[in-house]
């Protein structure tokens, strides 16, 4: 990737997590936790990876993504936001009531969403769907979806891995988010999947371990995916949840909470420290 690209992605990771985190604090509830740790590679997948386009947001030959752990909405809708999906300005009504950023990703009311999610491990069962209708279809485009590390013990992760892989769905490429922390505690006390990477092959898939904050590295990854034929592929990104904010990171209590202003303060101030010139 040429430096003049990464700083330009890498700048809009830091402005997205901005934006995610100024929405959780005005809503004053959310997940900044997991929304933090995938800001990276939304921001990559909407910005150089996908074939989309936000002024034919319907269009059929698009790709898709789902957002399987749909609490990571924050982080989403702020990258939808910034390739022009929605104005800017409706982050900051997120978890209103009245208005259509709702805590979970929801496809009815949110321009770009390709799938609501909120009950974990539905997500990538809708993907597999899209996927395979595609093949169906001979269409071109591809699928992706997002997991959280603490989601996949969900039995329906592994039933759609299996589908996946039995109908050779090479148009697919999934990905956790391991940054090995969920609500109750670390993954590995809470629910141990390690291997992922040899459980997924098991399953009949390709699968990648890497770093989900190195651009470079994700952009190898995806087009890696890309290339890969008659299996579908899983990307295991090596996440720090919280990414960004020094007392966020790796804190399970900032799974699902909001900063009160101190917090909120301190974490802007870091975040925008990070920008390059």
Known sequence: MENAKRKELSNLATQARMLALDAIYTAKSGHPGGSLSIVDVL????NGVMNIDPANSKDPDRDRLVLSKGHGAPALYAVLAQRGYFPVEDLKHLRNVNYHLSGHVEMN??????MSAGSLGQGISAAVGMALAGKLDHKNYRVYAIMG?????????????????HYKLDNFCGMVDVNGLQIDGPT?????????????????????????HDLDALEKAFAEAAATKDKPTMLLLQTVKGKGVS???????WHGKAPNADEYQQAMAELKSQMEV
């Open 109 to 114: 009311h949110v321009n770009g969403i390709d």
């Open 247 to 253: 007392f966020m990171e790796n804190q399970v209590g």
């Open 149 to 165: 590390d603490g989601e996949i013990t969900e039995g329906q992760i592994w039933e759609a891995a299996l589908v996946a892989a």
């Open 43 to 46: 921001t990559l997948l909407y």
């Open 188 to 212: 590995e006390k809470v629910m141990n999947t390690a291997p992922l990477d040899e459980k997924f092959r098991a399953f009949g898939w390709h699968a990648i371990n890497v770093d989900g």
